[in-house]
Protein backbone atom coordinates (compact mmCIF):
# COMPACT_ATOMS: atom_id res chain seq x y z
CA UNK A 1 0.00 0.00 0.00
CA UNK A 2 1.41 3.50 -0.54
CA UNK A 3 1.70 6.25 1.48
CA UNK A 4 -1.26 7.94 -0.39
CA UNK A 5 -3.16 5.18 -0.67
CA UNK A 6 -3.20 5.00 3.05
CA UNK A 7 -4.37 8.77 2.54
CA UNK A 8 -7.42 8.38 0.78
CA UNK A 9 -8.28 5.21 2.54
CA UNK A 10 -8.43 7.17 5.84
CA UNK A 11 -10.66 9.62 3.41
CA UNK A 12 -12.92 6.71 2.57
CA UNK A 13 -13.66 5.42 6.52
CA UNK A 14 -14.47 8.84 7.62
CA UNK A 15 -16.52 9.79 4.82
CA UNK A 16 -18.65 6.82 4.92
CA UNK A 17 -20.02 8.05 8.36
CA UNK A 18 -20.87 11.32 9.24
CA UNK A 19 -21.12 10.26 13.02
CA UNK A 20 -16.66 9.44 12.62
CA UNK A 21 -15.92 13.39 11.52
CA UNK A 22 -16.67 14.79 14.77
CA UNK A 23 -14.25 17.36 14.51
CA UNK A 24 -11.83 16.27 12.14
CA UNK A 25 -11.03 17.99 8.76
CA UNK A 26 -9.78 14.63 5.75
CA UNK A 27 -9.19 15.98 2.98
CA UNK A 28 -9.67 13.72 -0.34
CA UNK A 29 -6.86 13.43 -2.03
CA UNK A 30 -6.46 13.06 -5.93
CA UNK A 31 -4.20 11.89 -8.48
CA UNK A 32 -4.14 14.51 -10.85
CA UNK A 33 -3.58 17.41 -8.65
CA UNK A 34 -0.48 18.17 -6.22
CA UNK A 35 -2.06 20.66 -4.36
CA UNK A 36 -5.04 18.38 -3.71
CA UNK A 37 -2.19 15.79 -2.50
CA UNK A 38 -0.64 18.69 -0.76
CA UNK A 39 -4.01 19.57 0.98
CA UNK A 40 -4.70 15.68 2.17
CA UNK A 41 -1.55 15.21 3.75
CA UNK A 42 -1.54 18.73 5.89
CA UNK A 43 -5.02 17.61 7.09
CA UNK A 44 -3.71 14.14 8.34
CA UNK A 45 -0.56 15.73 9.67
CA UNK A 46 -2.14 18.35 11.54
CA UNK A 47 -4.76 15.78 13.09
CA UNK A 48 -2.52 12.74 13.41
CA UNK A 49 -3.34 12.04 17.19
CA UNK A 50 -7.07 12.65 16.52
CA UNK A 51 -7.25 10.62 13.16
CA UNK A 52 -5.99 7.56 15.04
CA UNK A 53 -8.26 7.91 18.20
CA UNK A 54 -10.98 8.17 16.15
CA UNK A 55 -9.59 4.93 14.06
CA UNK A 56 -9.10 2.98 17.39
CA UNK A 57 -12.64 3.86 18.44
CA UNK A 58 -14.37 2.75 15.43
CA UNK A 59 -12.17 -0.22 15.58
CA UNK A 60 -13.54 -1.11 19.07
CA UNK A 61 -17.01 0.04 18.71
CA UNK A 62 -18.38 -0.21 15.19
CA UNK A 63 -20.36 -3.94 14.52
CA UNK A 64 -19.03 -3.77 10.67
CA UNK A 65 -16.20 -6.20 10.58
CA UNK A 66 -15.21 -4.32 7.30
CA UNK A 67 -15.13 -1.09 9.01
CA UNK A 68 -13.84 -2.44 12.10
CA UNK A 69 -10.95 -4.48 9.78
CA UNK A 70 -10.09 -1.35 7.62
CA UNK A 71 -9.63 0.76 10.98
CA UNK A 72 -7.35 -1.67 12.60
CA UNK A 73 -5.22 -1.58 9.80
CA UNK A 74 -5.39 1.83 9.14
CA UNK A 75 -4.10 2.50 13.00
CA UNK A 76 -1.52 -0.22 13.04
CA UNK A 77 -0.09 1.37 9.72
CA UNK A 78 -0.14 5.51 11.30
CA UNK A 79 1.72 3.83 13.60
CA UNK A 80 4.54 2.56 11.48
CA UNK A 81 7.84 4.77 11.32
CA UNK A 82 7.82 4.53 7.81
CA UNK A 83 4.48 6.24 7.55
CA UNK A 84 5.07 8.81 10.43
CA UNK A 85 8.68 9.90 8.35
CA UNK A 86 6.55 10.26 5.09
CA UNK A 87 4.40 12.30 6.84
CA UNK A 88 6.41 14.40 7.99
CA UNK A 89 8.74 14.79 5.36
Excluded: H
Amino acid sequence: MTFFGVIQKIYVLFSASTQRWTGLSVKADCDTRWEAKVNSVKAVRCQIGQIYDALVEVADTTNEPKSRAEATSLANTMRTFTFLVTLVV
